[in-house]
């Protein structure tokens, strides 16, 4: 069943118009990779599913309801959580403080989940360790643990995760992976944009590749992973190759 | 030629260049139409604000920037006139110098105003120089030796200017030529060219590059303009121009005081006219200096009929009491701004365009 | 997993809040006499914390949506005047000599300040300030035209001239210490600035309310992409920030004795000063902007009047040189 589809959606950001027609399917309890190279759209995808921009064409329906035309804010009460690529932490707020906003449910850092909160630092221990300290301080990797554990504080029905390995160091980017491991065993939904193949092989269940704002290609990353000519003429180099 | 004068930068709306023409007749010959000294006088404000407004559109509508420091250069120019008139005696001399003076000072403020502040985001740049004209202000109130203080300075004119002056005997078409005629026509002469001038401007490459400034600056930085330099020349010349108006402004009233020219109130009416006439289209200047100088002597005149039919009626008497022109300038100010942008010239050259469709 | 060498602990800025005590103790000094200092300093704590009562509003109405209120003047206007239609109704209270019933009558008049400001506000923000959003330019002409509005309707409703508003009996006159005297209402002021500073603090570091502003302020998309409707926020913050500003009106007409209709346009450029000088959106640097502010404006009042106004602009200029957004600029911007 998809949680989340796309069918025909453009969108213009003033005079550019960047989306052509998107379809894009995001089944539940899977990992959806979208990959492309830079400036394919998919950044712009993810933030028409949450509102930021909007759609002038198409459908996007979550669990069979349209999301097109209505307020981010409400987008995200319906249970979807998106960690942009900027990771969007608010440096002058600590850690503490951080977690807290994003616990919608929780009116004081206190009442967050404690059963949550422990899984949330056995994932990323810098967390626990930094808690009271400004996130601005906090270094690339760490801030890019905060953000998704910012999205996943609170049960949410799907994740909409933007480049979270960008300019990582591999230590960092392998924690990731174990993290978010442990979430699609969860059965979480997740649509995940990477440029990181190794990364995406490991994690992705189906896989969509845009380019020039369309969808091109878009089936199980199994397929795609075993099919090296395939990967030459999406992606212009192999899922295999040195990242 | 006409369009030659005009810079190619024509009205393009039968009822603007009508209301242009009856305008510039009305004022080339108000001393005959309009007798009296009253309507001489308001002839005059009028020519004054077009000069102030036209040149304060050059940096809100033509280069996007929000100044409150206009007020300061247009004290400077006729406080420039009056010091030297008084110092060192009526005469064209004083006024050369006096001129010469403030043109140089408005020039080296508006220079430093310009690169310190430009720097900075709009609104810094707001609150800045609203900030400087405060000062400003305050200053010449304070430097009362040198200013006249609270009570400014009265001056004599060069004696050509003075009311006094009649060289003539006979009356032309029933009145008397004096000094003050001489200096009504100089005040409008100097506004003509200077205006011709200001379209002369903001129709240049340079002028286009300011609305490409304004548009998207950071476009054009990319394509190659120091937006500073544009920018700053845009408050250095807004700046002379202002200061010219207020040497006029001197020259007419032969008095000048704190709140003739520095006052806030001022720097509101500049922004009502500006808004209302049509920002960033030079002619909104003379339309809405027309508009809005006859509404603050006339108007009240109006409300107080309006008035006299509500006596008694407590809250609507108080609404409408003559005093209480400025409450619906300003409300048609507030309604310009978001529902008409463009204000009247560009309401009615929009509908030009309309028609030819 | 790599750790950096040290993480620095969240450490307070206390640089500028050295600055106002290192102002005041060169003050001693050059103003000679420590009884003239005394009062002087009081005066100026107390100008400071009306002023930032005033502008803390302002402040963070910038900070959290990006708008500049030109007409913030017109909600100190409005807050003045209602005081003295209250006093003057409650004019047993007010010439009484209990000092309960006169501070009884001055709270009952901040109260209806505070509640007509933030009426007013509320009105305005719907009417002026909700059409122009991201637009600097139209909000500046708009703003500034609201005011405009705001000033003629105050004329309409209590006349174009000064009003009076004296000091009930029980807050005139002074305390003395040593040789110094101390202005009782000035006391009075510096009490409840400093408690408005003290709830203001509180309500933004210990309430996810709070919480959601100073997040807002940094970024305002991400708070919405957490599910916040930052919209309704904004609406209650500037609502909010008129009531105070209301509440600083009565305060400064108080502090001046009178009111007269362009009260608010009077203050609106030492407020602009102030917030440029704490950073625009931060609250604590408002704060010690204001406290800066106020005595400076004292401390040249009284050694050298003819440079006062000046003084404040080269304040600014002097702190601008020194950190070019403010004494404690918010991090997004």
């Known amino acids: 069943m998809n949680l989340l589809e796309l069918k025909g959606v453009h969108t213009h950001i003033g005079a550019y118009h960047i989306l052509h027609g998107v379809d894009l399917d995001v089944p539940e309890g899977q990992v959806t990779m979208l990959l492309g190279r830079n400036g394919a759209g998919k950044t712009t995808t993810l933030r028409t599913i949450m509102g930021l921009w909007t759609a002038s064409q198409g459908t996007v329906s979550f669990e069979g309801q349209s999301l097109v035309g209505l307020p981010t804010p409400e987008i995200a009460q319906r249970g979807i959580a998106y960690v942009p690529e900027s990771m969007g932490i608010f440096g002058d707020l600590t850690v503490r403080e951080n977690m807290t906003l994003a616990a919608r449910s929780a009116a004081r850092?206190?009442?967050?989940?404690?059963?949550?909160?422990?899984?949330?630092?056995?994932?990323?221990?810098?967390?626990?360790?930094?808690?009271?300290y400004p996130a601005g301080k906090l270094s690339g990797g760490q801030k890019q643990m905060l953000a998704v554990a910012r999205a996943i504080v609170e049960p949410r029905r799907l994740l909409l995760i933007d480049e979270p390995s960008k300019g990582l160091a591999p230590s960092i980017i392998q924690n990731l992976i174990s993290a978010f491991r442990e979430l699609k065993a969860q059965k979480s939904s997740i649509l995940l944009v990477e440029q990181n193949f190794m990364m995406a092989k490991a994690l992705g269940d189906r896989v969509a590749v845009m380019d020039d704002g369309r969808v091109v290609h878009a089936g199980p990353m199994a397929e795609l992973a075993e099919d090296e000519a395939l990967q030459q003429r999406l992606l212009g180099l192999s899922l295999g190759a040195h990242q | 030629?006409?369009?030659?004068?005009?810079?190619?930068?024509?009205?393009?709306?039968?009822?603007?260049?009508?209301?242009?023409?009856?305008?510039?007749?009305?004022?080339?010959?108000?001393?005959?139409?309009?007798?009296?000294?009253?309507?001489?006088?308001?002839?005059?404000?009028?020519?004054?604000?077009?000069?102030?407004?036209?040149?304060?559109?050059?940096?809100?509508?033509?280069?996007?920037?929000?100044?409150?420091?206009?007020?300061?250069?247009?004290?400077?120019?006729?406080?420039?006139?009056?010091?030297?008139?008084?110092?060192?005696?009526?005469?064209?001399?004083?006024?050369?110098?006096?001129?010469?003076?403030?043109?140089?000072?408005?020039?080296?403020?508006?220079?430093?105003?310009?690169?310190?502040?430009?720097?900075?985001?709009?609104?810094?740049?707001?609150?800045?120089?609203?900030?400087?004209?405060?000062?400003?202000?305050?200053?010449?109130?304070?430097?009362s030796q040198f200013t006249g203080g609270e009570d400014g300075l009265t001056f004599r004119n060069p004696e050509w200017l003075q009311p006094s002056f009649e060289p003539f005997e006979d009356e032309a078409f029933g009145v008397l030529l004096d000094g003050r005629l001489f200096t009504y026509w100089g005040l409008f002469l100097v506004v003509l060219v200077l205006f011709g001038l200001l379209l002369r401007i903001v129709n240049s490459p340079f002028g286009r590059v300011l609305q490409a400034i304004r548009e998207n600056d950071f476009r054009a930085e990319a394509i190659g303009y120091r937006t500073v330099v544009y920018r700053t020349l845009s408050n250095v010349l807004a700046a002379l121009f202002a200061t010219v108006a207020g040497a006029l402004l001197a020259l007419w009233l032969r008095y000048t005081g704190p709140d003739t020219t520095l006052s806030f109130e001022i720097m509101l009416d500049i922004l009502l006219i500006v808004v209302i006439g049509g920002m960033g289209t030079l002619y909104?200047?003379?339309?809405?200096?027309?508009?809005?100088?006859?509404?603050?002597?006339?108007?009240?005149?109006?409300?107080?009929?309006?008035?006299?039919?509500?006596?008694?009626?407590?809250?609507?008497?108080?609404?409408?009491?003559?005093?209480?022109?400025?409450?619906?300038?300003?409300?048609?100010?507030?309604?310009?701004?978001?529902?008409?942008?463009?204000?009247?010239?560009?309401?009615?050259?929009?509908?030009?365009?309309?028609?030819?469709? | 997993m790599s750790t950096p060498a040290a993480i620095p602990k969240a450490q307070f800025d206390w640089i500028p809040l050295a600055l106002v005590a290192a102002l005041a103790a060169a003050g001693l000094p050059l103003i000679g006499s420590p009884s003239t200092w005394l009062t002087l300093t009081v005066a100026g704590l107390a100008m400071g914390l009306i002023v930032f009562v005033i502008a803390s509003g302002l402040t963070l109405v910038f900070g959290l949506m990006d708008v500049l209120n030109f007409g913030h003047g017109v909600f100190i206007a409005f807050g003045a005047f209602v005081a003295t239609s209250v006093l003057g109704a409650m004019g047993v209270w007010t010439t009484s000599e209990?000092?309960?019933?006169?501070?009884?009558?001055?709270?009952?008049?901040?109260?209806?300040?505070?509640?007509?400001?933030?009426?007013?506000?509320?009105?305005?923000?719907?009417?002026?300030?909700?059409?122009?959003?991201?637009?600097?330019?139209?909000?500046?002409?708009?703003?500034?035209?609201?005011?405009?509005?705001?000033?003629?309707?105050?004329?309409?409703?209590?006349?174009?001239?000064?009003?009076?508003?004296?000091?009930?009996?029980?807050?005139?006159?002074a305390f003395l210490v040593g040789d110094a005297a101390i202005e009782k209402y000035r006391v009075l002021a510096v009490v409840l600035g400093l408690v408005v500073f003290a709830a203001l603090l509180w309500t933004l570091n210990r309430t996810k309310v709070g919480l959601l502003v100073r997040a807002g302020v940094q970024d305002r998309e991400m708070v919405e992409s957490l599910g916040y409707r930052i919209r309704r926020l904004f609406v209650g913050v500037f609502v909010a920030g008129s009531a105070l500003a209301g509440l600083g009106g009565v305060l400064w007409g108080l502090y001046q004795q009178s009111v007269v209709p362009q009260i608010g346009a009077q203050v609106n450029v030492l407020i602009f000063i102030v917030i440029i000088i704490g950073g625009l959106g931060s609250t604590f640097g408002c704060f010690v902007g204001a406290l800066l502010v106020g005595l400076v404006a004292n401390y040249t009042g009284f050694l050298a009047p003819k440079v006062a106004l000046f003084s404040n602009i080269a304040l600014m200029v002097a702190i601008l040189l020194w950190r070019p957004r403010g004494l404690y600029p918010v991090t997004s911007r």
């Not at chain 2, 108080?318 to 309604?335: K, M, S």
């Open chain 1, 109 to 132: 850092a206190e009442a967050i989940d404690a059963t949550r909160l422990e899984w949330i630092f056995g994932l990323f221990p810098a967390l626990k360790k930094f808690w009271l």
């Open chain 2, 1 to 143: 030629m006409i369009r030659a004068w005009l810079s190619h930068d024509l009205p393009r709306s039968r009822w603007l260049a009508g209301a242009l023409l009856v305008i510039l007749v009305a004022l080339a010959l108000a001393p005959f139409l309009f007798p009296g000294a009253k309507a001489l006088g308001v002839a005059a404000k009028i020519l004054v604000f077009i000069l102030l407004v036209a040149s304060y559109d050059l940096l809100l509508g033509y280069t996007g920037i929000v100044s409150f420091a206009h007020t300061m250069f247009f004290g400077i120019g006729a406080y420039g006139i009056a010091i030297a008139s008084e110092k060192l005696g009526a005469g064209w001399a004083a006024v050369g110098i006096g001129l010469a003076a403030s043109l140089a000072l408005s020039a080296l403020l508006s220079l430093v105003i310009g690169l310190f502040s430009l720097r900075v985001k709009a609104i810094f740049f707001a609150m800045i120089t609203l900030a400087v004209a405060s000062a400003f202000q305050t200053l010449a109130s304070q430097l």
């Open chain 2, 284 to 357: 909104g200047a003379v339309v809405g200096a027309v508009l809005f100088v006859l509404a603050q002597n006339y108007l009240q005149d109006l409300l107080a009929v309006a008035a006299g039919a509500v006596q008694g009626v407590p809250v609507l008497q108080a609404l409408v009491a003559p005093d209480r022109w400025l409450l619906w300038l300003g409300v048609l100010f507030v309604l310009s701004v978001y529902h008409f942008p463009t204000g009247v010239v560009g309401k009615l050259r929009a509908l030009a365009l309309r028609q030819r469709a």
């Open chain 3, 98 to 173: 209990s000092a309960w019933l006169n501070l009884g009558a001055i709270f009952v008049a901040m109260l209806a300040a505070m509640a007509v400001a933030g009426a007013i506000g509320w009105a305005f923000e719907r009417v002026i300030v909700r059409p122009v959003y991201g637009l600097h330019l139209k909000q500046i002409l708009i703003t500034m035209g609201g005011m405009i509005v705001g000033e003629e309707m105050i004329k309409v409703i209590w006349g174009p001239q000064q009003i009076p508003l004296p000091l009930p009996p029980a807050l005139r006159g």
